[in-house]
């Protein structure tokens, strides 16, 4: 576990783990339940190659330049618990979920110049809010002394279940999670170099959890990290 930032530093609690692990949704109800605002690096991956595919520059000729250049419509919007991606001012939330953007986010993501330009975007989210963060390197490479580390991992096939359960809103079949596991080990395969757990986080291993009992469990400990370091100065967390 972490050590507990220092005064006047906004608290970070940093949660990593590989695709469909069901990291974002559970950072952003931790971030909810602790009063934070959570930040989605993911997003901003999402954001930046919807962004790109806008530009048509065809995904074969893209590089570090291409992306970049159409990401500079992309920003970060504070809401009342988390942050917003945005394109040209616009919130882009259903666009960036879509299956033309999960189906060249992963090499975007690659991309050393284009993971710098998130990374510089997410630790300029966490100077003004104490923030949930989530991603594959959030606890390694952005921020290394954040306040709780977590890394969260699930069975690839049980992974699988639950993204296509909340896709298709329905019992998958098993042939539909068999395709999806392909899928996904594949994607961890891609994600490897990035996704990397701390020394110092906290392994959870979902595969057995409901989504209740892992926000349960990263509350609590929250609540541990900073009640030993209440001597921390607040930080206003209201600004926008």
């Known amino acids: 576990m972490s050590r507990v930032a220092s005064r ?16 974002s949704s559970t950072a952003h109800w931790v971030a909810s ?10 997003a901003l991956y999402r954001a930046a190659t919807a962004a790109a595919l806008r530009s048509g ?17 992309v920003s970060l919007s504070p809401r009342e618990t988390s942050f917003a991606p945005c394109i040209d001012g616009r919130d882009v939330e259903a ?13 975007v ?11 510089a975007l997410v630790r300029e989210a966490a100077t003004r809010h104490h923030i949930v963060v989530d991603g594959r390197d959030m ?28 896709q298709i809103g329905r019992r998958p079949t098993d042939a539909e999670i068999a395709d999806e596991t392909d899928r996904l080990v594949h994607r961890d395969a891609e994600d490897a170099t990035q996704t ?28 541990a990290v900073t009640q030993r370091g209440s001597e921390t100065s607040p930080v206003d967390d209201t600004a926008g």
Request: aromatic fraction near 6%; charged fraction near 25%; glycine fraction near 4%.
């Open 196 to 223: 990397v757990q701390a020394k110092d986080a906290v392994l959870i291993d979902t595969t057995y959890l409901t989504q209740p009992e892992q926000v349960e469990r990263i509350v609590a400990l929250a609540k």
């Open 109 to 119: 993501a690659q991309m050393p110049r284009v993971r710098r330009w998130v990374n």
């Open 95 to 107: 666009e960036i979920r879509g299956a033309e953007v999960t189906r060249h986010v992963s090499r």
């Open 57 to 73: 520059v065809a995904p074969a000729e893209w590089t570090d330049d291409v992306v970049l250049d159409a990401a500079a419509t």
């Open 33 to 42: 339940v602790l009063g934070f605002r959570h930040v989605d690096s993911g």
């Open 139 to 166: 606890g390694t490479t952005v921020f290394p002394d954040a306040t709780l580390k977590v890394f969260l991992i699930a069975d690839p096939w049980e992974r699988a279940r639950r993204r296509l359960t909340q």
């Open 8 to 23: 006047d530093v906004p608290v970070v609690i940093a949660i990593d783990g590989p695709a469909a692990s069901g990291k």
